[in-house]
DNA sequence: TCAGGTTGTGACAGCGATGTCAATCTCAAA
DNA sequence: TTTGAGATTGACATCGCTGTCACAACCTGA
């Protein structure tokens, strides 16, 4: 290891210059800095992280905490957004899964307070109310696509309500007035939202919403586990005499099995049947057959923002702490939808 | 924060001896640990981890660096394995995602060397020789889903060729005799393997391998990107006079635009064809009609293994340290392969 | 009773960095 | 020439922890 009196031996000056150099003190005469920057350069130092942080009192780390987020295929995107959020920081990331277990969660928070961390960003893979079980942690948490039931912690969540409204409103403007809904599973929160939307957007188009069109494509067992039963779903709905021209999802896997579905029945999309996903998961989307328009769940987004709201907590950055930031969930139009009539 | 010292002066002990209790170091008097222990709980003391890698000049963290495995929907499951083998020795993870960016890649590498930390796990999104490009790493370095072209470092990679075998003699021990083949790009290291492992099964059950039954399914484009044609692949296929009645797939991916093609074709899968998956991505093998039969890559046991060759390599663990694992791919037997005859 | 262990405990140094404060040097105005 | 302000630089202590070594207290067996 190549310390700071090393290099500070070979360049004849003193650690506390050396140290000035890596620290960018204009306190420094421009000569001496360029011939220290380049021994440093010359004999690879790196200054050494335990030690900044021991004399500094806190970390250049940040802790992401995820219940199943890290783990699935959904919500991955978020871990790359709070790294891109960070890196801009020159921070880093200490990565936490607690696979939504109790006690390895208790675990990491020792581990993130041993650690010192700058902060945490509290990720979850539903969009839920998160309960953190942790009151005495002293760092700046925000928590990424949940929050908090208490309103203690800023959060950074998708409009759900507005992704809604965009997914009925793309079909309304290609001429749909008959549009079925194949929703998540009732009891999450993100179904309830995009409820909401679906009716702003029904009702500027001056199309009633019909109860009988919307069916759960995802029942939650007793045990918490999750059925699809979308392809039923979608059977019921386009067995009807009055069909809809279109159908709206909870999800892209919901969107696979309307296109079985449709399928089954000799139906053509989107000649037949207009189909509209959410989540924009591009392993479903670009691989169906016609691509499958989409609305995108903000992953990216999320994580990013979660660091920016982080950094305004600890006061490091300009700007408001806002209790909750809404992403707007973008539309990704592809070959799913056509235009009636 | 409360100290050592704090905690130390509570319990009318020297920091030295509660030192000695935070770290199980039997020299300690039953009463005096009792009491201590007590102290500590009670002021929620947390042992400062920088001040303890300083002082012991390692680190309990290990690096992940990965090209894009943290954000693909393939392979984040080696994060988690990562993270599974590291709790148990209870260790955390510091990671990296590159994107495939060799600036980004250097600058991780700077950081973990400011870390310190314990060694490195590198995981690629697909398998693939990596150039690490970083020849001056002091500690441990293991590749996971990759493999270095110079042999330099340990690796774990998927046993592709056994997983080509699985899929085929699955379709054989079966009854199928013309068997299909919709592949990854040719220039995929997992083809090749494959198609070996294929042949093995072939010759086994007497079934003689014809190229024109092999058709990629994944074409990569001169830019570096990848157009899936499984569709368009499988109606070659499946038009021809003498149908296959299985297909073999590169992956999930491929299958689904398989289900797309049969359902073009009016066929009825396991019916009038059985389908063969690879990746086990569940979000598709489930979500399919009939759901799919699927030979999963193992990427949770290959971020375990890494750790595991890690600790060997830094001979914290008993056990040779082999220059290459193959973890082999379970076959996961779901609803889209049917008994023939 | 005493030499020679064994056991339990504490004093002290030092890991590598940086904040504090003082020392030195330069230059221009008085 | 003197002086003060500003620019550079360095000496030193210190962050929290543990390795080393010394020391006291207590055994054990001859």
Redesign the interface.
């Known amino acids: ?1 190549v310390t700071l009196k090393d290099v500070a031996r070979e360049a004849g000056v003193s650690p506390k210059t050396v140290s000035r150099v890596v620290n960018d003190d204009p306190a420094v005469n421009i000569e001496t800095r360029k011939a220290v920057a380049e021994i440093i350069a010359r004999m ?1 130092y ?6 900044r ?2 004399r500094m ?1 806190h ?1 250049s ?1 940040v802790g992401l905490m995820t219940d199943a987020v ?4 959904y919500s ?2 978020i ?2 957004g709070t ?1 891109a959020g960070l ?1 801009e920081q020159s921070r ?6 607690t ?1 939504g277990d109790r006690q ?1 969660e208790q675990e ?1 928070w ?2 993130f ?4 961390v700058a902060g945490v960003v509290y990720a979850t893979m539903y969009h839920r109310p998160a309960d953190l079980g942790i009151p ?1 942690f002293e760092r700046g948490i925000v928590l990424a696509n949940c929050y908090s039931a208490r309103r203690s912690h800023s959060s950074v969540v998708p409009d759900d309500e507005g992704g809604g409204y965009t997914q009925a409103r793309h079909l309304i403007e290609l001429g749909h007035r008959r549009i079925g809904i194949v929703s998540l599973s009732p009891v999450l929160r993100a179904t309830v939202l995009r409820g909401a939307g679906y009716r702003t957007a029904f009702a500027e188009g001056g199309l009633l919403y019909d109860p009988a069109l919307e069916i759960p494509g995802f029942i939650t067992r007793p045990d918490g586990g999750e059925d ?1 039963v979308a ?1 039923d779903a979608a059977l019921g709905l386009l067995r009807r005499p009055d069909r809809p021209t279109a159908i709206i999802c909870g999800n892209d ?1 919901i969107a ?2 309307i ?2 579905a449709a ?2 029945l000799g139906l053509s999309i989107p000649d037949d049947l207009s189909v509209m996903g959410f989540d924009d ?1 591009t ?2 989307t ?4 016609p691509m499958l328009t989409s609305v995108a769940l903000p992953y990216f987004e999320i994580g990013r923002t979660a660091v920016d709201i982080l950094s305004r907590i600890n006061g490091e950055t300009e700007g408001p702490v806002v209790p909750q930031v809404q992403v707007p969930c973008p539309l990704v139009v592809r070959q799913s939808c056509r235009q009636l009539g």
């Open positions: 290891m690879h790196v200054p050494d992280h335990a030690a942080m021991m009192s970390s780390v890290a783990t699935t295929p991955v995107d871990v790359r790294q890196r880093t990331m200490l990565i936490a899964n696979d390895q990491y020792r581990m307070r041993a650690h010192k005495d699809l392809y896997q696979m099995q296109y079985a399928a089954t998961m392993v479903i670009r691989t169906l057959k």
